[in-house]
């Protein structure tokens, strides 16, 4: 997995600020316990979006992400460190054998932080 990854948050077009990812080996993920969102599935911009009709309703019961046949690449999580002041986006990007491999951006929650990860 390439290590160049980039989480970039951008207001009215220009981008506000850009985070770099590090290993969750190394980014205290495991002190982060509040989910912020829920999970986001990524697929390539290449798959056609179904219609609002087509995903309106459910067919089986099941959530609607598990019940359209997409072959999802990637997932984004975002989880807040309580103790630490911290949020924490976990990126998951499907490799081969259907290995999942993680990146993690770190950001403070501290006024006039500096948007870089790995910085405490």
């Known amino acids: 997995m390439n290590d160049d990854y980039v989480l970039s948050f951008s207001l009215d077009g220009k981008i506000k600020a850009n985070l770099k990812s590090s290993s969750d080996a ?7 316990h509040i ?9 390539s911009s290449s798959e056609p979006v179904l219609t609002g009709e087509e995903r ?4 089986t019961g099941a ?3 598990e019940e359209e046949k997409r072959d999802w690449k990637a997932s984004l999580r ?3 460190s309580s103790a630490e002041g911290k949020v924490y986006f976990l990126f998951q990007v499907r ?6 491999n993680r990146r993690v951006f770190r950001v403070s929650l501290k006024e006039n ?8």
């Open 95 to 100: 490799g081969e054998q259907g290995h999942w």
């Open 63 to 65: 959530a609607q992400y």
């Open 35 to 43: 989910p912020l969102a829920g999970t986001h599935y990524l697929r």
């Open 113 to 120: 932080a500096r948007f870089q990860a790995g910085n405490p």
């Open 78 to 80: 975002a989880y807040k």
């Open 26 to 32: 190394e980014s205290g993920l495991s002190s982060a």
């Open 56 to 59: 309106r309703f459910s067919k």
